[in-house]
């Protein structure tokens, strides 16, 4: 496989599931990426992860709970989500996430809906 | 917080014809990235611009990185059916390299 993969694709989750989303990288990047994509509004960067450490947490709520165990995975672990929380979840990777690199590849999503 | 004006929030175009659409803010940025998503997909970057003026093609897209860095056109030439989908554009910022989203442009193209 190649690029940047994401799984799964849809997720339906009630408010009382804990659930966990996974993202895998095959670019040999050392920077990965959560994003969180409402309808009509700018991509809302969540976390950033550089060479396996946290390096920014955009304010997000503790029910989102993210994991970096090398390079090339990461993971995004949900628990008693709010309805507002539905939306496309993108994962992106790049070569390094610090100064001017910033050209990021994204996989495809995972559409989550909260019920 | 910093944010980016893109527009048109929406295009309905014939085939064939050209399509324009812009990011502005009152910030100043290093570089400029235009991004493609098709439904149901992430986006896909399509040019990357990283200096004033510069002015760069991919096939039948232009952008154009605008002087003052505050600015970034795209232009589609002779668009196509496959041209349908979310256009983005995200700068980042020169006071502490942050990238900066703009909401979209959605290109829809008339039978």
């Known amino acids: 496989e190649t690029g940047v993969t994401q799984t799964p694709r849809h997720l339906v989750m009630g408010m009382t599931n804990k659930k966990s989303l996974k993202c895998e990288q095959h670019?040999?990047?050392?920077?990965m990426y959560w994003y969180k994509q409402s309808a009509k509004k700018p991509l809302e960067l969540m976390f950033v992860y550089n060479f396996k450490e946290q390096t920014e947490n955009n304010s997000v709520p503790s029910r989102f709970s993210p994991e970096c165990p090398n390079s090339s995975h990461l993971f995004l672990h949900l628990h008693t989500l709010q309805p507002e929380d539905s939306a496309l979840y993108l994962c992106?990777?790049?070569?390094?996430?610090?100064?001017?690199?910033?050209?990021?590849?994204f996989g495809s999503g995972t559409q989550l809906s909260v019920l | 917080g910093q944010q980016l004006n893109q527009s048109p929030q929406s295009m309905f175009i014939q085939e064939g014809e050209d399509v324009s659409m812009n990011c502005t803010s009152s910030s100043i940025f290093n570089t400029w990235l235009w991004y493609k998503q098709d439904p149901g997909e992430g986006p896909v970057l399509l040019i990357a611009l990283y200096k004033a003026g510069e002015l760069t093609s991919n096939g039948r897209l232009t952008a154009q990185f605008g002087i003052t860095r505050k600015d970034s056109f795209l232009n589609i030439s002779a668009s196509i059916p496959s041209d349908v989908g979310i256009y983005f554009c995200?700068?980042?910022?020169?006071?502490?390299?942050?990238?900066?989203w703009g909401a979209g442009t959605k290109l829809i193209i008339k039978p």
């Open positions: 670019l040999g990047h050392n920077a």
């Open positions: 992106a990777s790049s070569h390094t996430g610090q100064g001017g690199d910033q050209e990021l590849f």
């Open positions: 995200a700068g980042q910022l020169y006071s502490n390299y942050q990238l900066i």
